[in-house]
């Protein structure tokens, strides 16, 4: 079981900008998809972004693209979100989750993952 650690939420005004990390357990890191989801009050967990194993490859979910940038460091095992542009829409719990599947679409799919974190709570203001 691969534990997953997000940190990095809070909250911010419309506009504004975070960065979300999410810190792996698991040793054999790049051998493994990455993928953020979202989940708001009284929603299904939505798909936001996610990264191959070897973070050549990226998703981006239709309401994010082009504000948000998925990133990874596999030298510290770690996975990032930087939201740019933020609206109130944006305001969920956000996780993080790892996947067996190191590449391709299936990756946008819940599913897909294995482990999930505790999640971190994201609060744009309007």
């Known amino acids: 079981q691969v534990e997953l650690v997000e940190s990095g939420g809070g909250l911010v005004q419309a506009g504004g900008s975070l960065r979300l990390s999410c810190a792996a357990s698991r040793r054999t890191f790049s051998n493994y998809g990455m993928g953020w989801f979202r989940q708001a009050p009284g929603k299904e967990r939505e798909f936001v972004s996610a990264?191959?194993?070897?973070?050549?490859?990226?998703y981006y979910g239709d309401s994010v693209k082009g504000r948000f940038t998925i990133s990874r460091d596999n030298g510290k095992n770690t996975v990032y979100l930087q939201m740019n542009s933020l609206k109130p829409e944006d305001t969920a719990v956000y996780y993080c989750?790892?996947?067996?599947?190191?590449?391709?679409?299936?990756?946008?799919?819940?599913?897909?993952?294995?482990?999930w974190g505790q999640g971190t709570q994201v609060t744009v203001s309007s």
């Open positions: 989750a790892v996947s067996s599947r190191p590449i391709g679409s299936i990756l946008r799919v819940v599913a897909s993952y294995d482990s």
């Open positions: 990264i191959s194993g070897r973070g050549d490859t990226t």
